[in-house]
């Protein structure tokens, strides 16, 4: 391993007001060594090593993840993001733009030193700043964890000095740039805010204070059992089915015909599987989050078994749209969205391949196989003619841009369906690139948005793929999408019943 810079090069030219700093800055170094820390010798040092190469911060994402919520997998997550581009920049920027030595060890006794000296610059400190921006990231999606993260976090920039590796200026400023790694991170994908729900119109639905009266179906795949016995503990009377996926609407139709209140614990294919069926017996829905995006839940603002079973027991309820979708021979709902073209060859590519190389490679493989196809997956009747196009995407109700990630809807009762299309052409990857980036804007030359109560589509292709909330159908010739508007009624926490 070498150095990033080379230490060689003679220092700049004296200049007073930095002399002063870095004469301070020495000064505090020196008085950290020469403090007895009590109980700092048997940790620091450890601590200070275990974060080498971030090992402290990604087992800490693990453990936070392991947690099995909605809001602990972001907050790992986005700490993890935070981390990674604070390392880049350290490492890119910071170390090679101030050329500054590491302090000498004299003063600092010898069972305090790592055995291992770093032989990078000493400012910033990259240690520091991955610390903070780990802790920051996490913080900023869930403050609960990150007040469990931050006291390891200072003890690790803390250790900095310690141990005689570094300055305390290198160490604040690290921490401060980690800090800025992390609000930049929340820059470009800001973090949910259930403290703000969605104004929506409120529903009667029955209170069940002990859960009598409630069945919940839950998709055995989703991997979510100690949820349903969570929520089990808050609603004793509740009954729970737990099942395999095919066998999911049998059970679902069967605890609809005793039940007066049906819930599901499952991904947003299983939301949607039960959605169908309360709305054909007429009963409120209780969802609760079990699968890996859970876009419907987290829209709705229900994160866990706790907020369901508090809206539960006391009645809370609101009414929200359903997507519907209709084509000769086959016809089906929808909650989050509906897309045709692109992305269902794409959803079909990838279950070939999940099963033997993992869902996140398959998706990679999937969509180099279709991006890289000449043909245009779709083409349609809309308004003056026939188009080509690569995507047309509708989602129920308006999906709001947050930093680059379309993230959520803010109204699950807007009464629209968001639509979106792709137009045809070459380079499908670019264009379908360029749309991302371009957003909620109207226009733009490679696609179109609109926002419409019912669309329809005419001489779509027999057996083109149509994908609805991750489950994928075929359709040909007319396909209408249109609004079931406050069809379906749904528990969740109402504004202000937090506590």
Known sequence: MSPDVDLTVPLPGRHALRDRFLAFDSRLFEFAAERNWPFAEPVLPRLSRSANHGVLWFAAAAAIAASRSPRGRRAAARGLASLGLASLTINTLGKRS???PRPGLDAVPRVRQLKRQPITTSFPSGHAASAAAFATGVALESPKWGLAVAPVAWSVALSR???????????????????????????????????VPPARPHADAPALPEGDGLVVVANKRAGSPDRVHALLDLLPRAEVVECEPRDLGAELERAAGHARVLGVCGGDGSVNAAAEVALRHGLPLAVLPG?????????????????????VSRGEAVRVDVGRFRSPG??????????????????????????????????VLAAARVLRRDRHPLRAEVGDGTHPLWLLF????????????PARRLDLADGVLDV???????????????????????????????????????????????AYDGEVTEVGGEVTLEKLPEALTVYRPLPGSWK
Not at 394 to 404: D, P
Not at 432 to 459: D, F, I, K, M, Y
């Open 161 to 195: 000095v310690y141990t005689g590796v570094h300055f305390p200026s290198d160490v604040l400023v690290g921490a401060a740039l980690g800090a800025g790694a992390a609000y930049a991170v929340r820059g470009l994908v800001p973090p949910r805010d259930p403290q």
């Open 420 to 466: 979106r299309v792709v137009h045809g052409g070459r380079r499908p990857a670019l264009r379908l690139l360029a749309a991302a980036v371009a957003g909620p804007l109207s226009r733009s030359p490679v696609h179109a948005a609109v926002q419409v109560a019912r669309l329809r589509l005419t001489a779509v292709d027999p057996g083109t793929p149509l």
């Open 291 to 311: 699968g890996t995006l859970n876009h419907f839940a987290l829209d709705l603002g229900v994160e866990d078994e706790t907020d369901l079973g508090r809206a």
């Open 98 to 100: 101030v050329r500054r």
């Open 394 to 405: 509708a989602g129920n109700g308006t999906y709001h841009r947050l930093g680059l990630a």
């Open 330 to 363: 086959r016809e089906g709902v929808f909650l989050n969205t509906c897309s045709l073209g692109v992305y269902p060859e794409l959803v079909r590519e990838r279950d070939r391949f999940a099963s033997r190389v993992g869902d996140w490679p398959a998706g």
